[in-house]
């Protein structure tokens, strides 16, 4: 069964995702909060499997509390809400070990299936969201030559790596590099591995702040 605490300073919406998860036969809802503040005291008393965050609350907003769950060394899997029109929070979120993020006007199908995504240790990413908030807010001029955070990968890891930063699924890469998805999955383990993150999300970011891949790019 997976344990779902949900986050939102609505009560309208807490209990519509209350309402539908209960409904899964896997999912279940054991807690609510209505600021990040009682968030991080309700995942500490109830140790959910999935957080719901909204990213703007009071008294502490999700970005305040999953770095603060971040620190805490919660096992919790932090899945933000959020709606299209994203603003800077959302970037400092993926940074600071969201497992990924959900639109708001998501479908009941499609929330119970991020749920259950996340819970297994995978990264939810809407690619057209996450190019959109890393574009925006990742700036500088282009680093010369080849970044030294990237040194210790191979050229595989370094081109599965850019695809991960172009928004693109483990099979999308394996179509694009011609290999098996299991393949993909291992070297795209390798790097995160190497590279100290802690999951595809943090990928993205640092495919980004490397260099790797520019704003704009394909």
Same mark, same amino acid.
């Given at each position: 069964?997976?344990?779902?605490?949900?986050?939102?300073?609505?009560?309208?919406?807490?209990?519509?995702?209350?309402?539908?998860?209960?409904?899964?036969?896997?999912?279940?809802?054991?807690?609510?909060?209505?600021?990040?503040?009682?968030?991080?005291?309700?995942?500490?008393?109830?140790?959910?499997?999935?957080?719901?965050?909204?990213?703007?609350?009071?008294?502490?907003?999700?970005?305040?509390?999953?770095?603060?769950?971040?620190?805490?060394?919660?096992?919790?899997?932090?899945?933000?809400?959020?709606?299209?029109?994203?603003?800077?929070?959302?970037?400092?979120?993926?940074?600071?070990?969201?497992?990924?993020?959900?639109?708001?006007?998501?479908?009941?199908?499609?929330?119970?299936?991020?749920?259950?995504?996340?819970?297994?240790?995978?990264?939810?990413?809407?690619?057209?969201?996450?190019?959109?908030?890393?574009?925006?807010?990742?700036?500088?001029?282009?680093?010369? @030559?080849?970044?030294?955070?990237?040194? #210790? *990968?191979? !050229? %595989?890891?370094?081109? /599965?790596?850019?695809?991960?930063?172009? =928004? +693109?699924?483990?099979?999308?890469?394996?179509?694009?590099?011609?290999?098996?998805?299991?393949?993909?999955?291992?070297?795209? @383990?390798?790097?995160?591995?190497?590279? #100290? *993150?802690? !999951? %595809?999300?943090?990928? /993205?970011?640092?495919?980004?702040?490397? =260099? +790797?891949?520019?704003?704009?790019?394909?």
């Amino acid at each position: 069964m997976i344990r779902v605490l949900v986050a939102d300073d609505q009560a309208l919406i807490r209990d519509s995702f209350r309402l539908i998860l209960d409904m899964e036969p896997d999912i279940e809802v054991v807690g609510e909060a209505g600021d990040g503040r009682e968030a991080v005291a309700e995942v500490a008393r109830l140790r959910p499997d999935v957080v719901l965050m909204d990213i703007r609350m009071p008294v502490l907003d999700g970005l305040g509390a999953t770095q603060a769950l971040t620190r805490a060394g919660s096992t919790a899997r932090v899945l933000i809400l959020t709606t299209y029109d994203a603003d800077e929070y959302l970037y400092d979120a993926m940074r600071a070990g969201a497992g990924g993020f959900l639109l708001k006007d998501v479908r009941r199908g499609q929330l119970a299936d991020a749920v259950r995504t996340v819970a297994a240790g995978d990264s939810l990413l809407h690619p057209a969201l996450t190019r959109r908030l890393v574009e925006r807010f990742v700036q500088g001029p282009p680093p010369t @030559g080849q970044p030294a955070v990237l040194a #210790g *990968l191979t !050229d %595989r890891e370094i081109e /599965v790596l850019r695809l991960v930063g172009r =928004g +693109l699924s483990n099979a999308e890469i394996a179509a694009e590099l011609f290999v098996g998805e299991a393949t993909v999955k291992t070297h795209l @383990g390798h790097v995160l591995t190497k590279l #100290g *993150l802690r !999951d %595809r999300v943090q990928a /993205v970011v640092t495919a980004y702040e490397s =260099g +790797l891949i520019r704003p704009g790019s394909g």
